[in-house]
């Protein structure tokens, strides 16, 4: 077993006063991709933030327990949150490319980054993450149009590959495909594939074979509790929580 | 997977829809039809009755402005048979400081006995005082008229000037169509409206002084204002805690928006001239009294502009490890410009007419040449508009409308630049 890259210990969060997430503890390692399934509303999108501290923004979120990148915590005062974020990249359920030139779009991480010294540097980032992220052949002709300007699947794979442009360790991913058609979701579900080994990925998904598909580890939230965690295939051909079988047969969710 | 697992489609358990299907033919659905045409033809109606109601009330402004203002742009003259007789040489003339010289040299007096000598006794009552300064111009562009008999046009006097165009007393009427018979008459452009400050002639008056310092005030207006509207409005959107002192800032800048612009003024004169010690009825003062009461409106269009920026794209720049200043100043303020600059055009438009807390600091004096620093004492346009509608002469009449079409003219331009700044600075979605 290698060492997790990922480790959450006991983790709870509160939005106020009420917890979103109850004593949550799980682990992620490099070359996986893990898997978030659960009924709406219960908390896998709460805690998919927490890993890369983006609920520093809900000012009423609260955050109990502790989460390991790479064994430093971090939520420790000494983590640095913007380098944390450009270790630890995501992309969003609802595709958020800025209303800037494709280029830009995936140009503006390395940028801020200072991760090139060279013109020619950035623009080979711009076309390996673009290539990467299966989008260069149609966009490579039209770079400098908006990105707000391409089709919803276009978008999602815009922002994934603004999100590789960084060269993350960890990619978080919520929702990735719920906007999307069968070929782009098997684009990207394509592009996971690609992808795994090379970062860890964790993705949050309301489609039992997709998880089934892309996952090594699933684990399965219930009203903010981690019900079950283990290999995917497990999972669904063999719950050992029966709130598990339910979701997965369709029962509830 | 396992097959067994696969979820089956939902049986249909639940109660059989007891309602019989719509029937949309029948009469009364017909009926609500109808009655929905004639809902939204009334609305469309209504809207366009109000947008129609508006522009006639701006264009019959405009029109009357412009029918009452134009003259103000125009200037009666009359043509001086002078023969000058002035001890100076004509080389003179035409270094620099010529106008002293000329004007030591006693023109003044010449003109006044050339207009006796050719309109009789009251010939230099004809005159504008300032008849003597066309002579002086022409002598300079000329030096030689002054070994020679001329013909100079002369601006005429406020009330021939009124009567010439058609509204004098019965006394300079008669005194106009004498002229008029002579062939003495003649009508120019008043280039000196454009380039001089205000005076007690009518016929003297300019408004570049006005102009000049509403200019200078609006500078040091947006200079202050705008800065500070816009840091103000991005940190409590951005930094500043919701809590209870965030909401009383919040109540109180909506409240200062609201305060009534004389209040300003006092508080201006209080603090800016009462404990500041700045020069009474300088720009300086006026802009930052101004700026007192622009301030709020950038903050809350700010503050609207920003909060219309979708948090979506606050959270992609966080999650490529953006900094809170970087999202700021990279996405969310160019997001908002088109929004805050809106905001920033309406405040400063109602600065630009605004009037009585420029009384307040003194801004109402009567001022004779434009201001060249924004310390010097000035008017601004509304205010100048104002003292010249309170004048008796009926000279300042047009000269009131004239200047009302240079103060709209100068919104206009301020309003286009505003348009044009936003077309530029909007993103397309
Ligand atoms: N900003 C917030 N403030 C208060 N409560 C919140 C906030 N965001 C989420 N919650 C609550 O936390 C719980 C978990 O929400 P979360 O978004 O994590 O669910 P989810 O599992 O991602 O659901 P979905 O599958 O529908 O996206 C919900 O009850 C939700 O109402
Ligand atoms: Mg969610």
């Known amino acids: 077993m290698t060492t997790p890259k990922i480790t959450a210990r006991n983790v709870s969060v509160y939005y106020g ?14 070359d996986e991709v893990v898997a978030f399934i659960g009924p709406s509303g219960c908390g896998k ?29 971090i939520y420790a005062p000494s983590m640095d949150v913007v380098q944390l974020r450009a270790r630890v990249g995501m992309v969003f359920q609802k595709p958020n490319p800025f209303p800037k030139s494709i280029y830009e779009n995936v140009a503006y ?43 919803g699947g276009q978008q999602q794979r815009l922002c994934i590959a603004r999100a590789i442009a960084v060269d993350p360790e960890v990619i978080l991913m919520d929702e990735p495909c719920s906007a999307l058609d069968p070929i782009a979701t098997a684009k990207i579900e394509e592009l996971i594939h690609e992808l795994k080994g090379r970062y860890a990925i964790v ?51 | 997977m396992n097959s067994a697992l696969v979820p089956e489609a939902p049986t249909g358990n639940s109660e059989p829809d007891q309602r019989r299907p719509t029937d949309w033919t029948t009469g009364a659905s017909r009926r609500r039809t109808r009655r929905r045409y004639a809902a939204e033809r009334r609305f469309r109606l ?55 010289a000329l004007a030591g040299a006693g023109i003044e007096g010449a003109v006044d006995a050339a207009a006796t000598a050719a309109y009789g006794a009251g010939g230099a009552e004809l005159l504008s005082d300032g008849a003597w300064l066309h002579v002086r111009d022409a002598v300079e562009a000329d030096p030689t008229l002054l070994n020679r008999r001329a013909m100079i046009d ?64 609006m500078i040091v207006t947006l200079a202050l204002a705008f800065p500070v509207g816009v840091f103000a409005a991005l940190y409590l959107e951005e ?13 109180s800048i909506n409240n200062l928006a609201a305060v009534p612009s004389i209040i300003f003024g006092l508080l201006g004169l209080a603090v800016f001239l009462g404990t500041f010690h700045l020069p009474r009825s300088a720009p300086l003062v006026g802009g930052l009294t101004l700026a007192l009461m622009t301030m709020p409106v950038i903050v809350i269009a700010g503050r609207n502009a920003i909060k219309g920026v979708p948090p979506s794209i606050r959270d992609a720049a966080l999650a490529v490890g953006a900094s809170p200043v970087q999202v700021v100043f990279h996405h969310v303020l160019p997001l ?28 109402r004096a009567f001022i004779a040449a434009p201001p060249d620093r924004i310390t010097d004492p000035a008017t601004v346009l509304p205010v100048q508009i104002f003292l010249w509608s309170d004048e008796v002469n009926r000279g300042f009449v047009e000269k009131t409308s004239a200047a009302i079409i240079v103060l709209l003219l100068f919104l206009l331009a301020m309003n286009g630049f505003a348009i044009y700044l936003r077309n530029r600075f909007e993103t397309r979605w």
């Not at chain 1, 006063?17 to 490099?30: E, F, G, H, K, Y």
């Not at chain 2, 009755?49 to 009330?57: E, N, Q, T």
């Not at chain 2, 930094?239 to 109540?251: G, H, S």
């Not at chain 2, 410009?337 to 400063?348: A, C, E, K, S, Y």
Request: no cysteine; hydrophobic share 45%.
């Open chain 2, 154 to 217: 002369v601006s005429a006097a406020a009330d021939i000037d009124v009567a010439a165009k058609g509204e004098g007393t019965p006394a300079a009427e008669a005194q106009v169509a004498k002229l008029a018979a002579a062939g003495a008459l003649s009508r120019g452009f008043n280039l000196k409206f454009l380039t001089d400050a205000d005076s007690t002639d009518s016929t003297r008056v300019g408004i570049w002084g006005a102009f000049k310092g509403s200019l200078m005030t």
């Open chain 1, 109 to 151: 991480g390395p940028r801020i980054h200072g991760l090139t010294h060279a013109k020619g540097e950035l623009d080979d980032i711009v076309e390996g993450s673009l290539r990467r992220a299966g989008l260069w052949d149609e966009v490579k002709d039209r770079l400098t149009d908006s990105g707000t300007a391409l089709s």
């Open chain 1, 17 to 30: 006063a009420t917890r979103a997430i109850d004593d949550v503890s799980i682990d992620v390692t490099q």
């Open chain 2, 239 to 251: 930094y500043a805690p919701k809590n209870r002192w965030t909401d009383l800032i919040e109540v």
């Open chain 2, 336 to 363: 908002a410009l088109p929004g805050i600059l809106t905001g920033t055009i309406i405040g400063m438009a109602r600065a630009l007419g605004e009037t009585a807390p420029l009384l307040m600091i003194g801004m």
């Open chain 1, 203 to 253: 993705i949050v998904t309301h489609n039992m074979q997709q998880a089934a598909r892309v996952s090594q580890r699933t684990a399965f939230f219930h009203l903010g509790h981690l019900v079950e965690f283990g290999a995917t295939s497990d999972i669904f051909t063999n719950p050992r929580a029966e709130r598990t079988k339910d979701y997965i047969t369709g029962r509830y969710g």
């Open chain 1, 45 to 73: 999108s709460t805690f998919l933030r927490t890993l890369n501290r983006m609920n520093d923004t809900v000012p009423s979120a609260r955050v109990e327990g502790e989460i390991y990148l790479d064994g430093e915590d």
């Open chain 2, 46 to 100: 209504m809207g366009l009755a109000a947008v129609w109601l508006s522009v006639g009330f701006l264009a019959f402004l405009l029109m009357s402005m412009l029918w009452q203002g134009a003259s103000g742009f125009v200037e009666t003259r009359i043509t001086l048979p002078i023969a000058l007789q002035l001890d100076i040489t004509p080389d003179r003339v035409v270094v620099r400081g010529a106008d002293l």
